[in-house]
């Protein structure tokens, strides 16, 4: 049992290119959620997956979009990466409303 | 607008030595609060769960309060260790999924730092 995983988990990018992180739950969990993290500022939700199926936005989600690919997936995308983007992404996960999260350990971004 | 305030933001203590965290929210209605711990380059892990009916619950050295009156919890650590060095953050759960965050209110988080 891996809980969350994420790749990769680290990534340097230059302006403008573009770039999917990777989250994977196998511990059959209805929800799942990309926060980023800078320092003072906390956990801040950019796209959330309540079922497999749909997707809502969070705090941040311009520039990102996501895909859950199936119960297990929840991808996220940087079309044309910026700066203000290097951040620490979490991938995070749990099984119904009122249940703990799981977190994946990070995937550090820096662009360029 | 639904809110978690946490204080301090940080807090350097001497290994050995008790301290406490404090949470304050908002969030209305209420259905649990949770403190997490976050070690350096880690995701955050769930230390306890605060239901509105609980007043105090105790997972080994940590000990968590709630207050529903006063919208007020706190997570108290005694005997401190240096792996207790982490940041700990608040996190307060609506009964609801609106609000476009699941029902998820986040605390910036305190920043603990044991000292030998």
């Known amino acids: 049992n891996a809980g969350v995983t994420q790749t990769p988990k680290f990534q340097v990018l230059k302006t403008g290119q573009s770039m999917t992180l990777q989250c994977a739950q196998d511990m059959n969990h209805n929800s799942m959620y990309w926060y980023r993290q800078d320092p003072g500022m906390g956990l801040r939700l950019i796209y959330y997956s309540a079922s497999e199926g749909t997707t809502d936005k969070g705090e941040v989600p311009n520039g990102y979009n996501v895909s859950r690919l199936n119960k297990r997936e929840f991808s996220l995308r940087l079309e044309s990466a910026a700066p203000s983007q290097t951040s620490v992404y979490f991938c995070?996960?749990?099984?119904?409303?009122?249940?703990?999260?799981?977190f994946g350990p990070g995937t550090r971004l820096t662009v360029l | 607008k639904n809110q978690v305030e946490q204080s301090p933001q940080s807090l350097i203590i001497l290994e050995g030595k008790n301290c406490t965290l404090q949470c304050n929210y908002t969030v209305s209605p209420f259905s649990n609060l949770r403190w997490y711990k976050q070690d350096t380059g880690r995701g955050p892990v769930s230390l306890t769960i605060?239901?509105?009916?609980?007043n105090t619950k105790s997972n080994g050295r940590y000990t968590a309060t709630l207050d529903a009156d006063t919208k007020q919890s706190s997570l108290h650590i005694t005997a401190s260790q240096l792996s207790d060095s982490a940041s700990y953050i608040c996190?307060?759960?609506?009964?609801?999924?609106?609000?476009?965050?699941?029902?998820?209110?986040f605390g910036k988080g305190t920043h603990l730092i044991i000292q030998p």
């Open positions: 605060m239901t509105f009916s609980e």
């Open positions: 996190v307060v759960s609506a009964p609801y999924s609106g609000g476009g965050a699941d029902g998820l209110t």
């Open positions: 995070a996960s749990r099984y119904l409303m009122d249940n703990e999260q799981f």
